[in-house]
């Protein structure tokens, strides 16, 4: 059983291009979380979704950040027309059901330069 | 809201000394508590974790005790390997966000041999 998948391990963008980073969940996990950790900080939620649904997007900046997790296929976070800021480990975690243990994949680094 | 702070980092030790990571947390309603570890390059990985007051959560020699009175949950190791040279996150949840986590800012562990 393959843990949670995440491409591209590393992504570089110059400023005003657009990011898209993709989390494939464990088998069987229908519950997707993304977070971002800027340098030195710990881990910031920014969404939560199930299977063509957004939980909670109460963390996602309210301009050029969008995520969504279709019926087939992986989570995808967008970033459009992204900034030297923007510049962090995006990482995705995955768990079978709410409340349930979260199993994270190795995350996406974006460097925009 | 929730919130959780650490001891500041980083912190380095000497090969079998003694371990504390100190933790605290607010939250509404009762929270789980957890201990993340992330290795270089690699994602989070769950170390422990305590459900109610008192409980103690226990992995590879980290220990981690919910203390409802303190509203803390310090992590410990009787002695510590250069193997566990990593980040350490502490981290909470509330049933009301899912599977949510809100994370510390992280600690760096350095082990010497």
């Known amino acids: 059983n393959a843990g949670v998948m995440q491409n591209p391990r590393h992504l570089v963008r110059r400023r005003g291009q657009e990011a898209r980073l993709r989390c494939s969940p464990m088998?069987?996990?229908?519950?997707v979380y993304w977070y971002r950790q800027l340098p030195e900080e710990g881990l910031k939620f920014m969404v939560y979704?199930?299977?063509?649904?957004?939980?909670?997007e109460s963390g996602m900046p309210k301009e050029r950040f969008s995520a969504e997790f279709p019926k087939e296929g992986p989570s995808i976070l967008r970033i459009q027309q992204v900034v030297r800021g923007d510049s962090a480990a995006y990482f995705c975690?995955?768990?079978?059901?709410?409340?349930?243990?979260?199993?994270f994949g190795s995350g996406t680094q974006l460097s925009v330069l | 809201g929730n919130s959780v702070t650490q001891m500041e980092g980083p912190v380095t030790l000497s090969e079998e000394a003694f371990l504390t990571i100190n933790c605290t947390y607010t939250?509404?309603?009762?929270?789980?508590l957890f201990w993340y570890v992330q290795y270089p390059g690699e994602g989070l990985q769950l170390l422990l974790k305590?459900?109610?007051?008192?409980d103690k959560g226990s992995n590879k020699g980290f220990e981690a005790t919910y203390r409802k009175e303190t509203t803390s949950f310090h992590l410990e190791k009787g002695s510590v390997q250069v193997s566990d040279s990593a980040v350490y996150f502490c981290?909470?949840?509330?049933?009301?966000?899912?599977?949510?986590?809100?994370f510390g800012e992280g600690t760096q562990l350095t082990v010497n041999p």
């Open positions: 975690a995955s768990s079978p059901g709410a409340n349930e243990k979260l199993f």
């Open positions: 088998k069987g996990h229908s519950h």
């Open positions: 979704l199930q299977k063509e649904n957004i939980i909670d």
């Open positions: 939250a509404t309603g009762y929270p789980s």
């Open positions: 305590a459900t109610k007051a008192d």
């Open positions: 981290a909470l949840s509330v049933r009301t966000s899912g599977s949510r986590l809100t």
